[in-house]
């Protein structure tokens, strides 16, 4: 029949005789099978040891953001996403350069006005130093911070007010790619909360007033109480 033979592999011989066309590929030795294991090893070791750091933290912003009480509200407005300290410089009255990132290590209450300081930002200074006394035991664990956005000299009478607080001249400019106001309004209207990692994470209303600043003050006083377990006392290195 017609096609038969070249069906038949007894018709076609040679086709036995062809070489074989495969690819050989090296098996690893034991040396680079251990290598391999261990690099994995040390990998999953790195992620667990970062997870234990990193889990009082994850702990008590879940508590605080997910896990609070019904009906209880902020009187402070909760930034989402929350806002790192950018690589900024800053200099204190006395010019010296300080990268913004130093203030990392605290809880940061922060006035922002222009060294001049109208009645606004001496309102603000004054409920300032008033909320984190008000925090008893804890105040150590709260810095001031006035950052002034722009040139004018500060005056000389403010000074002996400012001798706990930190101060530092930063252009409004650079300044708003950290902290911003809320809608239509100016930086210097609201007090700032900044966590212990340099995250700007609240922003209280414009227009404090004692009354709001008690109101301010309690949303400290849970701040505080949810970290807890992992910020203390004292910037750390």
């Known amino acids: 029949m017609s096609g038969s033979s070249s069906s038949n592999p007894a018709a076609n011989p040679d086709r036995f005789d062809q070489p074989l066309d495969l690819t050989v590929h090296s098996l690893p030795g034991p ?4 290598e391999a294991q261990r690099t994995t090893r040390g990998r999953f070791k790195m992620f667990v040891v970062m997870l234990i750091c990193a889990a009082p933290v994850i702990a008590s912003y879940f508590t605080y953001y997910v896990l609070r009480p019904e009906g209880r509200r902020n009187f402070g ?21 300080v990268p913004l990132a130093q203030l990392k ?5 922060v006035v922002v006005g222009g060294g001049a300081c109208n009645a606004q930002c001496e309102n603000h200074l004054y409920l300032q130093r008033q909320m984190r006394e008000a925090l008893g035991k804890d105040k150590d664990r709260v810095d001031r911070v ?11 009478e403010l000074k002996p007010a400012l001798a706990q607080a ?4 930063l252009p409004r400019e650079q300044l708003a790619r950290w902290l911003q106001p809320a809608a239509g309004g100016t930086i210097d209207q609201h007090l700032y909360v900044v966590d212990p990692m340099g995250h700007w994470m609240m922003r ?3 227009g404090l007033d004692r009354e709001g600043a008690a109101q301010a003050k309690r949303d400290l006083e849970r701040l505080l109480r949810a970290s807890a377990g992992w910020d203390k006392a004292g910037r750390t290195p």
Do not use: H, N
């Open 146 to 156: 006035w950052l002034v956005d722009d040139a004018a000299p500060v005056r000389p």
């Open 31 to 34: 040396r680079e099978l251990e």
């Open 204 to 206: 209280f209303p414009a």
């Open 166 to 169: 930190t101060v530092l001249r």
């Open 105 to 109: 290590g605290q809880w940061l209450l």
């Open 77 to 97: 407005e909760l930034i989402e996403p929350q806002r790192p300290v950018p690589a900024l410089t800053a200099d204190t009255l006395e010019g010296q350069p």
